[in-house]
């Protein structure tokens, strides 16, 4: 496996909560080289770049705390933050290079095959009796975020922040106020997500 592919795949952290994420589930925001700070949706531009959660309050918080300006060692322009907001909110079809309708798609089919196990108890109660692939929500409660870390710690679990948000999330798999689902690691249907988000 080459350099360049394993810098792809290793995990990058969202300035704002501290939560690891693949690359590709996150937004890139980038200063160039010319000092100029932009939204990098492909996240391929050269520069300095710092990444966000897709959801609003990664953005306030990184906003508020200036995580953005320390990561980037510049000033953040209003306009660049209006430009999140905007991007978050309309955060649909693809991001970056992940197709969220391919995701959406698999989950449905991991319903339907019986594999999905939804909600936090129910990933806890399952998480003793094999590794799990654990999927939150972008949008997920702190509570649950930190649910989640405990099933991690210690564990042969992946666990991974979706590019959905719950509302996505819940209409994917048919269910209502969803924010995290998992489904055995070691399956084909588990592969395939690992390979989407990796």
């Known amino acids: 496996m080459t ?8 995990p990058r952290t969202c ?31 050269p520069g300095r770049g710092a990444y966000l959660c897709a959801n609003r309050d990664c953005l306030a918080k990184a906003r508020k705390t200036r995580a953005l300006s320390r990561a980037l060692k510049t000033e953040i322009p209003d306009e660049l933050y ?5 991007y978050v909110d309309t955060y649909g079809e693809t991001h970056g290079e992940v197709d ?14 019986d594999l999905l196990y939804i909600g936090i ?9 094999e590794p799990l692939l654990i999927l939150t929500a972008a949008d997920a409660s702190d509570s649950v975020k930190d ?8 564990g042969g679990n992946i666990h991974v922040y979706a590019p959905l948000e ?32 990796s």
């Open 82 to 86: 209006e430009r999140l907001e905007e």
């Open 3 to 10: 350099a360049e592919r394993n810098s792809r795949q290793r």
């Open 166 to 197: 719950g509302k996505v999330l819940s209409a994917a798999i048919g269910a209502a106020n969803v924010q995290v689902v998992a489904l055995p690691a070691r399956n084909g249907l588990a592969d395939k997500i690992k390979m989407l988000l």
């Open 147 to 154: 649910a989640v870390r405990k099933q991690v710690d210690g």
């Open 15 to 45: 300035v704002a909560c501290k939560e690891e994420s693949p690359k590709r589930a996150l937004i890139r925001v980038v200063r160039s080289p010319g000092g100029g700070v932009v939204v990098d949706e492909r996240g391929k531009l």
């Open 100 to 113: 969220v309708r391919e995701l959406r798609a698999l989950l449905g089919l991991s319903r339907r095959a």
């Open 121 to 129: 108890d129910s990933v806890k109660s399952q998480y003793v009796k």
